[in-house]
């Protein structure tokens, strides 16, 4: 090796330029890059927002309008936004009742046939209605079976599953009594023609798309 090529060598290094022997895709020599290119290139990818996922971002909603409807059932507020649907006739008030009602003994059903049905699309009060009973009973039930497999994990202790499950032997049935509680108030105001807005639920749905 010659004393120019070592001295230009050196003046390349002693410029902080760091030299890059691997060739690219097209089989051309990668260009040099500095270190200061490398650093700007490194703090621009941290900083660079991470977007979230779909399930990420319906835990975020879900975990935001939980907290409202804690705050509003604190309050006594059942509904918020009631209005009376003018275009609601008879059979629609009707259908959104026993939406509500349903519930009570045969979960999910109701709302389920009146969402598939063909006429039920062109009967917007009465889609409301099933869509918003339907999420209700979901969540309900949904919880409903997270509490009996976190109680049925937590027999294994003995003393501190006993009393747990003794518990949830209380509050389920309490839990069952306040929620058909709940849907008969539901159905009885969609009986009487009007729209409104479960606490927390509603809200999430429509941040869905889905009311």
């Given at each position: ?16 330029q ?11 020599p ?11 290139q ?8 991470v977007?979230?996922?779909p ?6 909603d879900a975990y935001?309008h939980?907290?409202e ?11 918020q ?8 006739d ?5 259908i ?10 045969i979960?999910?059903?109701m709302?389920?046939i ?5 006429s039920s ?6 889609r ?6 339907l999420?209700?009973a ?11 497999i976190g ?7 003995p003393?501190i599953?006993f ?17 058909a ?5 539901y159905?009885?105001q ?16 429509r ?5």
């Amino acid at each position: 090796m010659s004393t120019e090529d070592v001295t230009g060598a050196g003046a390349t290094q002693s410029a902080g330029q760091v030299p890059v022997n691997n060739v690219g895709a097209n089989g051309e020599p990668m260009p040099y890059m500095s270190q200061s290119a490398q650093s700007a290139q490194t703090s621009q990818a941290a900083s660079a927002p991470v977007e979230s996922t779909p399930v990420e971002r319906m835990a975020s909603d879900a975990y935001q309008h939980t907290s409202e409807a804690a705050n509003a059932f604190s309050r006594g507020e059942l509904m918020q936004n009631s209005e009376i649907d003018p275009l609601a006739d008879n059979d629609d008030r009707l259908i959104a009742l026993l939406s509500y009602a349903t519930q009570i003994i045969i979960p999910v059903i109701m709302p389920a046939i009146v969402l598939l049905s063909e006429s039920s699309k062109k009967r917007p009060f009465q889609r409301y209605h099933a869509v918003q009973s339907l999420a209700f009973a979901v969540v309900f039930w949904g919880l409903l079976v997270l509490a009996g497999i976190g109680t049925a994990v937590i027999q294994v202790v003995p003393l501190i599953g006993f009393l747990i499950g003794l518990m949830m032997a209380c509050i389920v049935p309490l839990a069952w009594f306040a929620q058909a509680i709940l849907l008969l108030y539901y159905g009885f105001q969609a009986y009487k023609g009007r729209r409104f807005a479960i606490p927390g639920l509603t809200s999430f749905l429509r941040d869905q798309n889905w009311l």
